[in-house]
């Protein structure tokens, strides 16, 4: 059977797998001449293999730009438990609240730093910008480094794409609006009191 086959038999992902023969753990049984992987069936046993990767785990990820949109990130929510049930993985969700342009977000500086640890298994986000609008390729590029599948349930466009880039670009008129205000009231104040320096 080909790796796909073998990894759902296993019970676990396919980059799972890859990882087990560049470790040495499990490696196939054969190459086919385009250098596919063959696994036999008969060698295979679950039993052995079950708990090898226990402590590496899949994490669902949903965000909304603001805390009035809570209704669409209890549906993203709801969306990737029941696609991550249906395949019976073992998984949590984290969600975070928050422009897809800001990258502190809690959650997804817990994510990262779990993918960087070694303790994620498989990424599964609903729109590839729930993760962020600008960056999210870097994020794709460390799992692959990290060997943690990315499963990405839709692949169009988000449906809020137009309202969510628009806040987007709100809050950053905003912040340079806030940053902009502040030094020149710092100025003001140099001109006020000699004394105090400009960006002091």
């Known amino acids: 059977m080909g790796i796909r086959e073998a990894a759902e038999f296993l019970g676990v992902s396919s980059s799972t797998l890859r990882r087990w023969e560049h470790e040495g753990k499990l490696l196939p049984d054969e190459r086919t001449t385009g250098g596919y992987r063959r696994y036999d069936l008969a060698r295979l046993r679950p039993e052995e293999f079950h708990d090898a990767d226990s402590g590496r785990r899949t994490v669902g990820y ?49 994510l990262l730093n779990d993918i960087l640890a070694d303790r994620i298994d498989r990424l599964v986000i609903a729109h590839k910008d729930r993760l962020l609008r600008f960056g999210a390729e870097l994020v794709f590029a460390i799992c692959e480094a990290k060997q943690v599948e990315v499963v990405i349930l839709n692949q169009g466009e988000d449906m809020t794409f137009e309202e969510e880039s628009a806040q987007d670009v709100l809050e950053m008129i905003s912040v340079f609006r806030a940053r902009l205000h502040g030094s020149r009231s710092r100025k003001n104040q140099a001109v006020t009191h000699p004394g105090l320096k400009a960006g002091s």
């Open 62 to 110: 949903a965000r909304v730009s603001s805390h009035d949109q809570k209704d669409d990130l209890e549906r993203q929510k709801r969306g990737l438990e029941l696609y991550c049930a249906r395949q019976g993985w073992t998984f949590e969700i984290v969600a975070d609240r928050g422009s897809a342009m800001h990258s502190l977000k809690s959650g997804l500086k817990r």
